[in-house]
Nanobody, 130 residues
């Protein structure tokens, strides 16, 4: 059984930093895209960042480009999100996600779509106060 478990959320003031981590178990995802999405109250889930495979290309939402960095750790079968210069509008529940299709069979244009991902974590709350 595949499980994704996020950690690292919390409350921070605007301008601060947080690092989210997501540990995968049940299978190895080194050749599969893994991503972060977020959902604010009353809004749809939105794409944040993705990495096509461990050591592969990274893509970011325009709203977080230059502030957030996605990392993969093969040995730990994990994906992390380093968030800096946080803004109140970054407040949301953050979810990690993993694709069931290897990156070499995946259309990269789809990697920003939630429907592309097959496995999801339970989410971790990030709250940024002004």
């Amino acid at each position: 059984q595949v499980q994704l478990v996020e950690s690292g959320g919390g409350s921070v003031q605007a301008g601060g930093s947080l690092r989210l981590s997501c540990a995968a178990s049940g299978r190895t995802f080194s050749n599969y895209p893994m991503a972060w999405f977020r959902q604010a109250p009353g809004k749809e889930r939105e794409f944040v960042a993705t990495m096509t495979w461990s050591g592969g290309n990274t893509y970011y939402a325009d709203s977080v480009q230059g502030r957030f960095t996605i990392y993969r750790d093969n040995a730990k079968n994990s994906v992390s999100l380093q968030m800096t210069s946080l803004k109140p509008e970054d407040t949301a529940v953050y979810y990690c996600a993993a694709d069931d299709i290897p990156h070499y069979y995946t259309a990269y244009s789809r990697l920003r779509l939630a429907v592309e991902y097959d496995y999801w974590g339970q989410g971790t709350q990030v709250t940024v106060s002004s």
